[in-house]
């Protein structure tokens, strides 16, 4: 009969935290792409901003309309600087993730190890167990019986 693994316990607690590492790491790479694309966004929308405003200053601005354009460029680039500065830590933050993650994998990895090598040898064990048992059988088989 084949004994159980005695670390399966310790076995499952790394299985369930190197899910949990990997689901976290995927919350963070997701966290990142969603701070990216609003850099994007805001890139985007300052380049559109700027070619509206270099058309209408062709056909003339007032000093009010300048000042305008001035203040919400210097808002839109404030913004993304502070949208930078996310993208930065969201990169740092899935960075850290990819390690927890990479550590718990390689945990999860040596506590399996140990368990295929116990079944191994639990296998290796039986298979010596039942050729015994053949061989007792066949050494009964060619032994003539007494009558």
């Known amino acids: ?6 670390l399966q316990t310790i076995l499952e607690l790394m ?12 919350r963070l790479i997701a966290n990142e792409k969603d701070a990216k694309a609003k850099l994007d966004m805001l890139l985007g929308y300052r380049d559109e901003y700027a070619a509206r405003f270099r058309e209408a ?17 210097n808002r839109l680039d404030e913004a993304i600087e502070q949208q930078r500065e996310t993208v930065a830590l969201r990169a740092r933050n899935t960075a850290a993730g990819q390690m927890q993650w990479q550590q718990q994998r390689k945990k999860l990895k040596a506590f399996d190890t140990l368990s295929i090598r ?8 039986q298979m010596k167990r039942d050729q015994k048992l053949q061989d007792e059988f066949a050494a009964r088989a060619k032994t003539p019986a007494k009558h």
């Open 118 to 125: 116990h079944f191994a040898s639990e296998n290796a064990l």
């Open 15 to 26: 299985q369930d935290r190197a899910d949990e590492a990997t689901r976290n790491l995927a």
């Open 57 to 73: 200053a062709q056909n003339g601005l007032t000093q009010l309309e300048w000042q305008n354009f001035q203040h919400f460029m």
């Open 1 to 6: 009969m084949t004994k159980p693994f005695p």
